[in-house]
T-cell receptor, first 117, second 112 residues
Framework: GAVVSQHPSRVICKSGTSVKIECRSLDFQATTMFWYRQFPKQSLMLMATSNEGSKATYEQGVEKDKFLINHASLTLSTLTVTSAHPEDSSFYIC?????????????FGPGTRLLVL | GQQLNQSPQSMFIQEGEDVSMNCTSSSIFNTWLWYKQEPGEGPVLLIALYKAGELTSNGRLTAQFGITRKDSFLNISASIPSDVGIYFCAGQLMNRDDKIIFGKGTRLHILP
């Protein structure tokens, strides 16, 4: 299957700082990538759709100025959590779709654990 | 909006038993996906289904895309300890750039 990487795997930061998380498709190109967050014992919650060369599309209730998304190339999307606060602590996961199947197949990165102190 | 109902929410089984879980939807999907997630990791794709009625296996795992396109099931035969984890179903509507809708997951516990 396709490989999606994320960096860093975990990060601890002080409240008020900004944190950047990278998502890369290693062996395929993706014009679209997706960002999720997951709280303990819950399912994945879609935050936004990252679109290469254009603005990201945010889900209802997700602050676009808080979670900045940049899809600078066909293999890289970044999520920046600005002015992070303890309530932003969570598991952030990205995904990217390949061309497998008639409608494509989504592969996920290994996730980034963010802890804001 | 679209919702996926995944059941059961959790299962406690003996090693060696077979497992069955399913997802139903009020919407029609063109792709059904089954993922497994272990603690601290991202979901890993187990099986992808692209056609109504399709039955696909991956080792001890078997999944089917319902004829109505509104449901799918995943079976695990002869469970082993490493099968422990959370299994998510996911449906995709139209094309590869459309977001996928997740079920709430089935947490599988295996008793020694």
């Amino acid at each position: 299957g396709a490989v999606v990487s994320q960096h860093p795997s975990r990060v601890i930061c002080k409240s008020g700082t900004s944190v950047k998380i990278e998502c890369r498709s290693l062996d395929f190109q993706a014009t679209t990538m997706f960002w999720y967050r997951q709280f303990p014992k819950q399912s994945l919650m879609l935050m936004a759709t990252s679109n290469e060369g254009s603005k990201a599309t945010y889900e209802q209730g997700v602050e676009k100025d808080k979670f900045l998304i940049n899809h600078a190339s066909l293999t890289l999307s970044t999520l920046t959590v600005t002015s992070a606060h303890p309530e932003d602590s969570s598991f952030y996961i990205c995904s990217a779709p390949t061309l497998e199947g008639a409608f494509g197949t989504q592969y996920f990165g290994p996730g980034t654990r963010l802890l804001v102190l | 909006g679209q919702q996926l109902n995944q059941s059961p929410q959790s299962m406690f089984i003996q090693e060696g038993e077979d497992v069955s879980m399913n997802c139903t939807s009020s919407s029609i999907f063109n792709t059904w996906l089954w993922y497994k997630q272990e603690p601290g990791e991202g979901p890993v794709l187990l099986i992808a289904l692209y056609k109504a009625g399709e039955l696909t296996s991956n080792g001890r795992l078997t999944a089917q895309f319902g004829i109505t396109r509104k449901d799918s099931f995943l079976n695990i035969s002869a469970s082993i300890p490493s099968d422990v984890g959370i299994y998510f179903c996911a449906g995709q509507l139209m094309n590869r750039d459309d977001k996928i809708i997740f079920g709430k997951g089935t947490r599988l516990h295996i008793l020694p």
